[in-house]
C-alpha cells in the first residue's frame, strides 16, 4: 500500500508556528504518513510582491522542520522556470511517486480563491485538498464537499505579519521557530 503524503506549499516568507502547527493538525486528522514542505519559486499570485530570496525562504523552510522527521522539505519547484503552479508540481509527484496519495493543506484563507488556481478542475482530481480554520475565514461553508475540514486552533499569525513585527524592530520570539528567529537577524532579512 502507498503511503499518504501531505503537501504544503508556501511562499514560506518566513515559515512560522502556524504552518508547523496545521501541517501536524492535518497529519493527525487525516493519518497522514508525511507533510512534505513545498516552497514556491515564483508563487502565482504573489508576483509582483518584494520578497526574500528564495534561498533565503527555502534555507529557513529547512531550519523550520528540521526537528520533526515526518516533516520534509521538498525542493521540487526551484528549477522550475516560470509560475511555480501547483498542478504541474503535483503532475511530477505522482509520476514520481506512482503508489501514493497526495494531500494538499492550505488555509481556508486559500480555498475561497482556489477556482483562480491554474488547472484546478484537473488539480482537483489528482490531490484531495485538506482546509485549515484561519482567523476570519470558516471552514463550513461555502467549500466543496470533497474537501475535508480540520478544525485547528485559530493562530492569528501570518508571514506578512511577522516582516512588519521586523521592520518596526517588535520581537518574532515565539511566533517563529527560534532557528528561523536566529536566520533572519543574523541575515538581517525584513530591514533588521
Ligand atoms: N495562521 C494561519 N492559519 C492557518 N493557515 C495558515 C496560517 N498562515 C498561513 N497559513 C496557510 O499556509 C499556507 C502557506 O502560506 P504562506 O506561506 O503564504 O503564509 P502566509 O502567512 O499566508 O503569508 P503572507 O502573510 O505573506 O501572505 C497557505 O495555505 C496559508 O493559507
Ligand atoms: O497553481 C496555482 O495557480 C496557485 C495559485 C496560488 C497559490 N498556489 C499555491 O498555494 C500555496 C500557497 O501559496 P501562497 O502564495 O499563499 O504562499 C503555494 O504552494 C502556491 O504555489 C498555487
Not at 492535518?26 to 534561498?55: G, R, Y
Not at 482537483?124 to 482546509?131: A, E, G, N, P, R
Not at 486552533?153 to 515565539?174: C, G
Request: contains cysteine.
Amino acid at each position: 500500500m502507498g503511503r499518504k503524503i501531505g503537501i504544503l506549499g508556501g511562499t514560506f516568507d518566513p515559515p512560522h508556528l502556524a504552518h508547523l502547527m496545521i501541517a501536524q493538525e492535518a497529519m493527525d486528522a487525516c493519518t497522514l504518513n508525511e507533510v512534505w514542505f513545498i516552497p514556491t519559486s515564483i508563487p502565482p499570485h504573489k508576483q509582483n510582491e518584494d520578497m526574500a530570496s528564495v534561498n533565503d525562504r527555502v534555507e529557513m523552510t529547512r531550519l523550520a522542520i528540521s526537528n520533526r522527521s515526518s516533516f520534509r522539505l521538498c525542493t521540487i519547484e526551484l528549477d522550475r522556470k516560470g509560475p511555480s503552479y501547483t498542478l504541474d508540481t503535483i503532475n511530477i509527484l505522482k509520476r514520481a511517486y506512482a503508489n501514493d496519495e497526495f494531500y494538499f493543506i492550505i488555509g481556508s484563507d486559500m480555498a475561497v480563491s482556489l477556482h483562480t488556481w491554474n488547472g484546478i478542475e484537473e488539480l482537483k482530481k489528482l490531490v484531495t485538498f485538506i482546509v485549515t480554520t484561519r482567523p476570519d475565514y470558516g471552514v463550513d461553508s461555502p467549500f466543496e464537499e470533497a474537501f475535508i475540514k480540520v478544525h485547528v486552533p485559530e493562530m492569528e499569525l501570518s508571514s506578512s505579519d511577522i516582516r512588519e513585527r521586523v521592520k518596526n524592530n517588535e520581537s518574532i520570539r515565539y511566533l517563529v521557530p527560534e532557528v528561523v528567529r536566529t536566520y533572519v537577524e543574523e541575515n538581517r532579512l525584513y530591514g533588521s
